[in-house]
């Protein structure tokens, strides 16, 4: 037998959220462990993204990107 952990959300509906699709050879019976704490925000999108403005919103970079913009 072989176990396999997959770590999933929980919305509070009770909606389980899966990472990626999980192929089974056929259906399963599942253990859902729900742990005492609320899920971490590690959004490294979020969390550079002040830093990151900082860069994006400089005059020198509208520039530089300024032929992607369409002709108005």
Same mark, same amino acid.
């Given at each position: 037998?072989?176990?396999?952990?997959?770590?999933v959300?929980?919305?509070?509906?009770?909606?389980?959220? *899966?990472?990626?699709?999980? $192929?089974? +050879? /056929?259906?399963?019976? @599942?253990?859902?462990?729900?742990?005492?704490?609320?899920?971490?925000?590690?959004?490294?999108?979020?969390?550079?993204?002040?830093? *990151?403005?900082?860069?994006w $919103?400089? +005059? /020198?970079?509208?520039? @530089?990107?300024?032929?992607?913009?369409?002709?108005?």
């Amino acid at each position: 037998m072989v176990l396999r952990s997959i770590e999933v959300t929980v919305e509070k509906d009770g909606t389980v959220r *899966l990472p990626q699709k999980v $192929n089974l +050879p /056929e259906r399963r019976r @599942a253990i859902l462990t729900i742990l005492d704490e609320p899920m971490p925000v590690v959004e490294t999108a979020l969390l550079s993204e002040a830093a *990151l403005a900082e860069d994006w $919103n400089r +005059p /020198e970079e509208d520039e @530089a990107w300024a032929y992607l913009q369409s002709d108005k």
